[in-house]
């Protein structure tokens, strides 16, 4: 007896030792996307995602995959990467019998968060694994290279080692000691590597999907406030959730902001374009992001103005926020919600604020120690939604 997550279900089955994985799926539960070719692991049209990780299907046992999520073809009939690959693949001809198509499209889809570019020997490479008898490959890397290519200029940036964190039989991932590469730590140890710096050297404009504004005030001169939002490790430790990666400069940040709702958890590893004006008390902060585990992106827009109240001696900080958000946490973001979260997120970081400029030690500090938590973000909305619901009964 098995226990198995596919394309997001349970399932439970009882299956003999000797079952291989894609047996399973097509024999008894009809998943016949799935193909089978040399059944030897060397074509790859049995190709599917384990744990997130493609892996063949026709040399695993499904034994093997007890408590594993499995995810075939039929799974990422909305996934976004997929659908950008299945139009790529019309349009550059990259099919014919299509077979191997399902095994390809799920490669391809690995390369796609793999790859900072669309060198086309990479992307040939990478492929290499999966056989085709019928188009000689030209439209398929051609249809790969476009996707990559689309993605990079929107802002999407490559995961490194595709999500990789630990090497092992297929869904090895499920063991209580997972084994770690050297390889793997060694580059885990690192700040940066190239791929990141260069990505975060060159973060783009773009234009935001919702855009809402806010403002502050805090008892302190606009010089004083400016100077401080200049210092970006004095930032960091004024926004919950938020840590630093490697050494920030004036121009630019790399960092990771950690955030829980429930049973959610994201890690939104990016980085940040920082502007600043002193003559206008003006800045911009253009950053972009992605988490591994939800295969969600984003990219976000801060501008900012320091305006003197009190005959100078307090500021009113006054904010625009923009935002796009893909992948699966874009389900979930509605626009009143994202709206009031963001609400409260800039009330904690104007009392850290004011905090820091007071000498008073601000909780949670730029090592990420204070996580910006959901759920008391979500009973501090619910409760003021509560309130305004019985003030609109009453009248009052």
């Excluded at 279900?9 to 009809?30: C, G, I, Q, W, Y």
Aim: aromatic share 4%; hydrophobic share 40%; with cysteine.
């Amino acid at each position: 007896m098995i226990g198995l997550t596919v394309n997001t279900r349970p399932v439970k089955a009882s299956v003999e030792p000797r079952t291989h994985l894609a047996d399973f799926l097509r024999d008894n539960l009809n998943l016949t996307g799935t193909h089978l070719g040399c059944e030897h692991g060397v074509c790859g049209a049995c190709t599917l995602l384990l744990d997130d990780m493609p892996a063949r299907s026709c040399i695993t046992y499904a034994v093997a995959c007890d408590g594993a999520r499995v995810t075939t073809i039929e799974g990422l009939d909305n996934d976004e990467i997929a659908t950008e690959l299945r139009a790529a693949f019309t349009r550059e001809h990259a099919l014919q019998c299509g077979y191997c198509t399902p095994g390809m499209l799920i490669a391809a889809r690995d390369i796609v968060l793999r790859l900072p570019t669309s060198d086309e020997h990479s992307v040939r490479v990478g492929m290499s694994g999966n056989l085709c008898r019928c188009t000689g490959y030209v439209g398929i890397v051609r249809a790969v290279r476009t996707v990559i290519d689309q993605r990079r200029e929107r802002g999407i940036t490559p995961i490194p080692g595709g999500g990789r964190q630990a090497l092992g039989p297929a869904g090895s991932g499920n063991a209580t000691n997972p084994v770690v590469s050297e390889t793997t730590a060694r580059a885990a140890a690192k700040t940066e590597t190239p791929d990141q710096i260069s990505v975060a050297m060159a973060i783009p404009n773009f234009t935001p999907a919702k855009v809402f504004e806010d403002q502050f005030t805090v008892a302190f001169p606009p010089a004083k406030v400016f100077d401080m939002l200049g210092d970006v490790a004095q930032v960091a430790a004024c926004l919950p959730g938020t840590s630093l990666i490697g050494t920030p400069t004036p121009e630019r940040v790399e960092g990771m902001i950690r955030v829980k709702l429930g049973p959610i958890s994201a890690n939104f590893r990016g980085a940040a374009r920082i502007e600043r004006v002193p003559e206008d008390l003006t800045g911009r902060i253009v950053g972009m992001g992605s988490d591994q585990r939800s295969r969600s992106s984003t990219q976000g827009e801060i501008r900012y103005r320091l305006v003197p109240i009190e005959q100078g001696a307090a500021t009113r900080v006054e904010l625009s926020i923009g935002y796009s958000l893909k992948g699966m946490l874009a389900q979930i973001a509605r626009d009143g919600l994202v709206r009031d979260l963001a609400a409260r997120l800039t009330a904690d970081f104007a009392r850290n604020l004011d905090r820091h400029l007071s000498g008073v030690p601000v909780d949670g500090a730029a090592d990420g120690s204070q996580d910006l938590n959901g759920v008391s973000l979500l009973i501090g909305l619910l409760r003021r939604r509560v309130q305004e619901t019985i003030r609109r009964i009453w009248g009052r």
